[in-house]
């Protein structure tokens, strides 16, 4: 979350023909559902939530994060998260549902629709990115495993496992991350749990092998690597927000007009827009509050920030 941190420009390495030439390759693999050599290929289907929004190529989204497991540093992740064991993996779900339990992951993708969700990304420290992610409906898991009628929350857990993951041995944050979600929000379309991004498998700096996307918030929400899903009646305990309430509210939606105590969130960085590109004005629920504005009819979003 360290806000002043250069900022690599990977347009610069990556030509733009070869950017091109993915997409197309990727897209028209997807449209005849084949499975190239390279393997780890998913097949999925498009999305109309989809931006049309140029992504951001597969370098930047994977050599720009923010995985505090693995330091704080942008490059961090992409240089330690390798060493990262994502087979096996098992998400245990509990909490106020019908059928909790330890779930293999292979298990819990059985059946499950997997779609190309081009999405735009806005981190809290006002940059931004869009990303082709792979993933699925969070409200499918939830309604398989069937939500009591009390719950009114959805609280995530990434992994703890300092061996593999460096930063873990430092008190950087309070391991482990954690998350949350309003029911309706976790239930909006939007929300998705995402195991891929531009065709393959989730690359680990994203936070393989499962990783949560909500659009319209902040990107600290989107917690990754996950091993831990409850439904809750109270209102979860958030990392950020437990860290610094006053910074990082519960909501957390994208509001240009919510200015962090810090800096503006009014306008935005495009990674990877290059030296002279302009800053791009941020949008109200980051540019999807067709879908989401409803879930806060009545809220005073400066107050629930
Ligand atoms: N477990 C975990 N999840 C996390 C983070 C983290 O440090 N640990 N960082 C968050 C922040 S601040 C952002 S902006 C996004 C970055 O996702 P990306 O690296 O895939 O772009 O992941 C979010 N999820
Ligand atoms: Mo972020």
Redo the contacts with the bound molecule.
């Keep these: 979350?360290r806000r002043f941190r250069p900022d690599l420009t990977w347009s610069d390495v990556t030509p733009k023909a070869a950017f091109l030439n993915r997409r197309q390759l990727i897209a028209g693999a997807a449209a005849l559902g084949f499975a190239g050599p390279a393997a780890a290929k998913l097949s999925y289907a498009p999305s109309s939530y989809s931006t049309d929004a140029e992504p951001n190529t597969f370098e930047q989204?994977?050599r720009?994060?923010?995985?505090?497991?693995?330091g704080t540093g942008k490059d961090e992740?992409m240089a330690y998260a390798g060493q990262l064991t994502t087979d096996p993996w098992a998400v245990k779900i509990d909490g106020l549902v019908e059928k909790p339990g330890d779930y293999d992951l292979a298990d819990l993708l059985k059946g499950v629709a997997l779609e190309e969700r081009i999405y735009r990304?806005?981190?809290?420290?006002a940059?931004s990115?869009v990303?082709p992610w792979i993933g699925f409906e969070l409200s499918e898991i939830l309604e398989r495993v069937g939500v009591q009628p009390g719950a009114k929350y959805v609280a995530f857990e990434?992994?703890v496992r300092p061996e593999e993951m460096p930063?873990q041995n430092y008190p950087i944050?309070d391991w482990?991350?954690r998350?949350g979600l309003r029911l309706d929000e976790a239930m909006n379309p939007l929300t998705i749990l995402a195991t891929g991004?531009y065709g393959e498998e989730m690359?680990k700096?994203?936070?393989a092998p499962i990783?949560?996307v909500v659009p319209w918030k902040?990107?600290?929400?989107?917690?990754?690597?996950?091993v831990r899903i409850s439904l809750t009646e109270a209102q979860p305990p958030c990392?950020?927000n437990m860290l610094q309430p006053r910074e990082y509210g519960f909501y957390s939606n994208v509001n240009p007009e919510v200015d962090h105590p810090r800096w503006s969130q009014a306008t935005e960085r495009r990674i990877g827009g290059g030296l002279f590109a302009g800053r791009e004005l941020t949008l109200m629920f980051n540019g999807y509050g067709d879908e989401v504005a409803s879930l806060y009819a009545g809220q005073d979003l400066t107050k629930d920030f």
């Design positions: 979350m989204i994977t720009y994060n923010n995985f505090y497991e693995f992740p990304f806005r981190c809290v420290e940059w990115m990303v990434t992994l930063g944050l482990p991350y998350e991004l690359p700096q994203n936070g990783r949560l902040y990107g600290f929400k989107s917690i990754k690597s996950i990392t950020w």
